[in-house]
């Protein structure tokens, strides 16, 4: 019984040392966006940086006034929206597909999928550009959004999930009368509410802080997202490391009070499409 109370407290002790080691980074910059410019960095190694004993919100009312933090963020919401709502639909069906229609090359499909998952964007982000920059598509929305919209990783998200419901639940819609649409929108839908929430998470989470796409696609700041924000109003003379962390508070408030609000979605979300046996 000793040995097993010293080896929860071990783990325990861990687990708060490297949640601690996580944390100091976002801490640092929620306290340096409370501080005068001036101290954030003279502070950096003391533990003043952590518990200072002057605070304000004159960073952030800077930030206002030097960028067009509104059109940032409003790009940014539009995009992610852009890339959750159609996203959802797409891989969805492509999901469905694999997972229960029977079709010519549907293994060679799921194989190519899971083939994509290991290839990163950057290796075909020129040649996308170059296409799209023939095409004459740039500096808007949509061109920041349609090329994520489909997701491998999402797409075998909701494979995984499809995959695992009872096969009885179509087959009697089937039995009276019910198509493959009317199926999927009738019987499956209603039962992959935590999948759904789970890839909305995902999709947001991952393409929230998008940096080279927006960077090839866009020139002006009215279309630009967050990221490109932060990088330009970085380039700002005079250097204020305060308004900075103040600005990189803001980008991330919102990854945080979605992940915050829809966390017990999407811990289920990820149980529920583990692979099953």
């Known amino acids: 019984m000793r040995r097993a109370g010293l080896r929860a407290l071990l783990a325990y002790t861990l687990l708060l040392a490297f949640t601690l080691l996580f ?56 995009v992610n929206g852009l890339i959750v709502g159609l996203g959802l639909v797409v891989n969805a069906f492509a999901g469905y597909a694999l997972a229960r229609l029977r079709w010519w090359g549907r293994n060679a499909m799921l194989g190519l999928v899971l083939a994509v998952l290991v290839i990163p964007f950057e290796a075909v982000a ?24 489909a997701n491998p990783l999402a797409i075998f998200l909701f494979y995984s999930f499809f995959l695992g419901l009872p096969r009885e639940l179509e087959e009697a819609a089937r039995v009276d009368g019910a198509g493959v649409l009317r199926t999927f929108f009738a019987i499956v839908l209603p039962n992959a509410k935590a999948a759904f929430a789970s890839v909305a998470i ?14 090839l696609m866009t020139t002006s700041e009215a279309v630009r997202p967050l990221p490109l924000g932060i990088a330009s109003f970085h380039t700002l003379p005079p250097l204020q490391w305060g308004d900075i962390m103040a600005f990189g508070v803001l980008m991330v408030l919102p990854v945080v009070i979605v992940f915050v609000v829809f966390q017990r979605w999407f811990v289920r979300g990820v149980a529920s499409t583990g692979v099953k046996g």
Not at 48 to 77: I, K
Not at 126 to 142: A, E, K, N, T, V
């Open 126 to 149: 020129i040649p996308l550009f170059y296409q799209l920059s023939w095409l004459g598509w740039r500096d808007d929305w949509l061109v920041q959004a349609i090329p994520f919209v």
């Open 202 to 215: 995902v999709l947001f989470l991952f393409h929230w802080g998008m940096y080279l796409w927006p960077l």
């Open 23 to 78: 944390l100091a980074p976002v801490l640092f910059m929620l306290v340096g966006s409370l501080k005068p410019n001036e101290r954030v960095l003279a502070e950096a190694g003391t533990l003043r940086a952590f518990f200072p004993d002057t605070v304000g919100l004159d960073n952030y009312r800077a930030v206002f006034e030097r960028v067009p933090f509104e059109l940032y963020l409003a790009s940014s919401l539009i």
